[in-house]
């Protein structure tokens, strides 16, 4: 195992809702905690509407929104934010996004 390299924060777009950071923490393999970011997000336990409004809401100091768990919220991108400032996009999907007329 290597050396724990600081503090990373992880930027979460949509594109039909508000983002959001969140501090992810210190690792000491940065390709391990990549995969895990994107499986959390993307299909894991944060990828439904319930965790994803909660974290928009803590986010922003709102209170709990309360939703059920659904899948409207389209994520877009995933950048990891390195402790030295460095920001890596990891994970990019498209939406075709209704816009009103």
């Given amino acids: 195992m290597g ?7 992880v930027r979460a ?3 039909n809702a508000r983002g959001f950071a969140r501090e992810w923490g210190m690792c000491s393999d940065e390709a391990d905690m990549i995969r895990s970011i994107v499986w959390l997000y ?3 336990d944060w990828s439904c509407d319930c965790n994803r409004k909660h974290f928009i809401a803590e986010a922003y100091c ?4 309360k939703v059920p768990c659904g899948d409207t919220l ?5 950048t990891l934010i390195r402790p030295d400032g460095t920001e890596k996009v990891i994970y ?3 939406h075709d996004v209704p816009r009103n007329p």
């Fill in 92 to 94: 990019e999907e498209k």
């Fill in 62 to 65: 709102e209170p709990d929104p």
């Fill in 13 to 15: 777009e949509f594109a």
């Fill in 42 to 44: 993307a299909d894991g």
């Fill in 3 to 9: 050396r724990d390299l600081g503090p990373y924060h």
């Fill in 74 to 78: 389209q994520l877009t991108r995933l």
